[in-house]
């Protein structure tokens, strides 16, 4: 079946605007993870999804980052005021489960959204 | 805190010849996995191999195979026979057991040279 997409695959925007970065999780998938790769660096946890709750948002930067999954299946990440410091690869997961106790549930990984924010 | 390190910003091989990258993490944990990812051009993550915590086996996968040493908290992978298709970022991640979180080292790159 299909992977994981994200549109757009690449987002160029001026300091201050705001940007919405779109992820298509495959089907079936309860858990949705959105994860930020910044240059030359390991990705870095933002926000996870179980159904259409964000069960954990620790990783969320600041106010201007906001994540939502209103149907429980495609998410979108939004991004007030961008910044130049949110230049970035932006990639999105999706999982059967998240943190049941005792299983692993492998995360599958989209292309990512490089957003550069000149 | 847990902490994932790899030491090797950049590697390089000739085809066909084995490389190991290294790992090394720290955490207070006991029930964890272990895992590294392969990230190409394209960008999409794709898991290599997984380890267990509990498992004292080393996992393998085809050509590619890990060394887990628990008390040395050091988790490197090999891979055999190398492809040129191996040339891409390779990434080291721990997740607890029951969580969700992969915490990244910060990946090394590798290049295989016809």
């Known amino acids: 079946g299909a992977g994981v997409s994200q549109t757009p695959s690449n987002k160029v925007t001026e300091k201050g605007k705001y940007v919405e970065l779109r992820c298509d999780p495959i089907?079936?998938?309860?858990?949705l993870y959105w994860y930020r790769q910044s240059l030359g660096q390991g990705p870095e946890f933002l926000i996870y999804?179980?159904?259409?709750?964000?069960?954990?948002d620790s990783g969320l930067p600041n106010d201007r980052f906001f994540a939502v999954r209103p149907e429980g299946s495609v998410s979108t990440l939004k991004i007030q005021r961008t910044e130049r410091g949110d230049s970035a690869v932006y990639l999105c997961?999706?999982?059967?489960?998240?943190?049941?106790?005792?299983?692993?549930?492998?995360?599958?990984f989209g292309p990512g959204t490089r957003l550069t924010v000149l | 805190a847990q902490t994932v390190t790899q030491s090797q910003p950049e590697m390089s091989v000739q085809e066909a010849e084995t490389v190991t990258l290294s790992c090394t993490y720290d955490?207070?944990?006991?029930?964890?996995?272990l895992f590294w990812y392969k990230q190409p051009p394209s960008r999409q993550m794709i898991l290599v191999i997984r380890?267990?915590?509990?498992k004292q086996q080393n996992a393998t996968e085809n050509r590619f195979s890990v060394n887990f040493q628990k008390a040395a908290k050091s988790f490197s992978l090999k891979i055999s026979d190398s492809q040129l298709g191996d040339t891409a970022m390779y990434f080291c991640?721990?997740?607890?057991?029951?969580?969700?979180?992969?915490?990244w080292g910060a990946g090394t790159k590798l290049i295989i040279k016809p």
């Open positions: 991640a721990f997740m607890k057991r029951s969580n969700y979180q992969l915490i």
């Open positions: 997961a999706s999982s059967l489960k998240g943190g049941v106790a005792g299983y692993y549930n492998e995360q599958f």
């Open positions: 089907s079936g998938h309860t858990a």
């Open positions: 999804f179980q159904g259409t709750g964000a069960a954990d």
């Open positions: 955490t207070s944990e006991s029930n964890y996995y």
């Open positions: 380890q267990e915590a509990y």
